[in-house]
Structures are given as structure tokens and as C-alpha cells.
């Protein structure tokens, strides 16, 4: 028989805790005397170690306490508490998805506030909405492309598109130099600092849609809003779309002007 202090020597534990688990019921003294003095035999160690075990493993009080009671109603104890065990990893898998879940929703808003530039409440609020029951895929929402609007090759190629909310170092650069460009909307879109920006993101573009600019201009005139509408790309609201097209176009027939002034040399 183990005293109460030897056995939270033994099991390197509080004495308080084994009060607790007593409190409780999840282990209770073998042998009390004068209503004073708590002992514990070996079954009570042994059931110790195994509370001590299930705690490791995450498991809570309560859970502790349907995992004896299982173990104490069923046939073979083994099988009783793989069953429990099993159930456990069950739990801690929707748990991690929970987490997922709740991780890109917090950058999804993230990037929400970095690309308009403000707190748009109702709006965001909308889109975390519309990602709530989509399916992760690799903790992100991946948008769904309609044969009817693309074909197979150029669905491979949206499919490699960084995601809003995910951590895609891809997906920083974008939001970042999104935020710039709103940032700079002020500035005409062909002074020095909007086409300093217009390269960068031109060039990001095409590193996204793999050199393809047909598929690039497709996929913009999709995005970008009819009057009084939001575009299906959060962020991308009229004004800054026809700003971002201005300072595109202008950087393109100056690049363009320049190679032809190249090759005529």
C-alpha cells in the first residue's frame, strides 16, 4: 500500500491533484483511516498511470472518466480502449479542422482589411459567410472554374492561382501590392510611383497565369464589377479596377514602345 505522498512521489504529481481526483471520482483511496490517512494499492497506481497516460494524450476529465467506466462494462479491456482511443483521434481530426477553419477565416479577414484599405463589416462579413461550408482544401477555399466559361487547359492553369486567406507566399505579394496600388489611387496612373507599381503587378500577374496574357485578360474581365455590382474576387471594387487597367495599359504600350525601339536599332 502506498501512502498519498508516496504515490505523488511515485507518479510526480501533487498531492492536491490526487485530492482532486478523488473529489471527482476518477480515483478514489483503496483504504481510509480515522477518516485521515488515504492508501492506495497497486490497482489504484496502476489505474494512476493510465488516468496519467490519457492525459498526455489530451484527453479531458470527463473523458477520463467514460473511458473506465467503458473499460470497466466491457469483455476485453484492450478493445475497449482502442475504442476509446480511436474515438479520441476522431475528435482531435474535427478539432484540427475547426482550427483550419477558423486559421484562414482570420486571414481571409486579414487580407480582407490589407487589400480595401478599411473595415468593411457587412462585406466581410459576407465572405466569411460564403467560406463557412466550403470545403478546405489544404486549409484554403479553392474557387470553381465552369468548363462553360474555360476550357480544361486554362481551368489547370486558375487552379495554381493563390487563394485569399491562405498562406501562400504567392497570395502576400498580391495582397500587399494590392494594398499599395489603393493606397497610391491618388496619384495619377501614369505617374512615376503607379507605374513603378503597374510593373510589378503586371509582371505578378503573368508569373501566376504562366506567361499566358490571353488567360490573364480573360480572367480580369470576369472579376472586375459591372456598375452597382461587387466583382466575385473580394477587393476588387470598380474604382480600383478601372484604376489598376489604366496604369496597366499605359505600362504595356510603353514597354511595347520601347522594345520596338530596341529593334530598330
Known amino acids: 500500500m502506498y501512502s498519498i505522498g508516496e504515490l505523488a512521489k511515485i507518479a510526480n504529481i501533487s498531492r492536491r491533484t490526487l485530492h482532486y481526483y478523488n473529489e471527482i471520482g476518477l480515483l478514489s483511496p483503496t483504504k481510509i483511516k480515522n477518516n485521515l490517512y488515504r492508501y492506495y494499492d497497486e490497482g489504484a497506481l ?27 462494462q466491457a469483455h476485453k479491456e484492450n478493445e475497449s480502449w482502442i475504442q476509446s482511443l480511436e474515438e479520441q483521434m476522431e475528435w482531435i481530426e474535427r478539432e484540427k479542422n475547426e482550427l483550419v477553419r477558423k486559421q484562414l477565416l482570420l486571414q481571409t479577414t486579414i487580407h480582407a482589411i490589407r487589400m480595401s484599405g478599411k473595415i468593411e463589416v457587412r462585406e466581410i462579413n459576407g465572405l466569411i459567410q460564403a467560406l463557412q461550408g466550403r470545403e478546405l482544401d489544404n486549409g484554403a477555399v479553392r474557387p470553381v472554374f465552369s468548363r462553360e466559361d ?116
Open 46 to 72: 496502476m489505474k494512476l498511470q493510465k488516468i496519467l497516460l490519457l492525459k498526455s494524450l489530451g484527453f479531458t476529465l470527463e473523458q477520463m472518466k467514460e473511458v473506465f467506466v467503458k473499460s470497466g
Open 150 to 265: 474555360f476550357t480544361q487547359e486554362e481551368i489547370e492553369v486558375l487552379s495554381g492561382l493563390p487563394v485569399l486567406g491562405s498562406f501562400d507566399p504567392r497570395a502576400e505579394r498580391y495582397v500587399e501590392l494590392i494594398g499599395a496600388i489603393r493606397s497610391n489611387m491618388h496619384l495619377s496612373p501614369v505617374s512615376p510611383e503607379a507605374q513603378r507599381l503597374a510593373e510589378q503587378l503586371y509582371h505578378l500577374a503573368l508569373e501566376f497565369f504562366q506567361g499566358n496574357a490571353a488567360l490573364l485578360d480573360k480572367y480580369w474581365s470576369r472579376i472586375v464589377p459591372e456598375a452597382g455590382e461587387t466583382s466575385p474576387v473580394y477587393g476588387h471594387d470598380r474604382e480600383l479596377a478601372a484604376y489598376i487597367e489604366e496604369m496597366i495599359e499605359y505600362f504595356v504600350q510603353d514597354e511595347q514602345e520601347d522594345r520596338a525601339g530596341r529593334e530598330s536599332e
